[in-house]
């Protein structure tokens, strides 16, 4: 059996909701207990990204702001 890509996937879901949930939905069905997610958002306030963070019950948040050496944690 063949994979659903991700953009398929993103394409035939935003077709019939809000964008909003786009990523938190690619959230719900690809991702696995084990793997990561890195929010990348240039304000912060992006509901999409907020939402699938929200999806994967992210339960640290570490933010980096204006960095100019890599921050390693």
Do not use: W
């Not at 909003?20 to 793997?35: I, K, N, T």
């Not at 240039?42 to 509901?47: A, D, L, P």
């Not at 999806?55 to 933010?63: L, Q, R, S, Y």
Request: aromatic fraction near 4%; charged fraction near 20%; include cysteine.
């Amino acid at each position: 059996m063949r994979k659903l890509s991700a953009i398929a996937l993103a394409t035939a879901f935003s077709n019939d909701v809000q964008a909003d949930l786009l990523y938190a939905q690619l959230v719900l069905a690809l991702g696995r207990r084990e793997d990561v997610l890195m929010c990348i958002s240039t304000s912060g306030n992006s509901k999409n990204v907020v939402e699938a963070a929200k999806a994967a019950k992210v339960p640290v948040c570490v933010h980096l702001d204006h960095c100019e050496t890599p921050a390693y944690m």
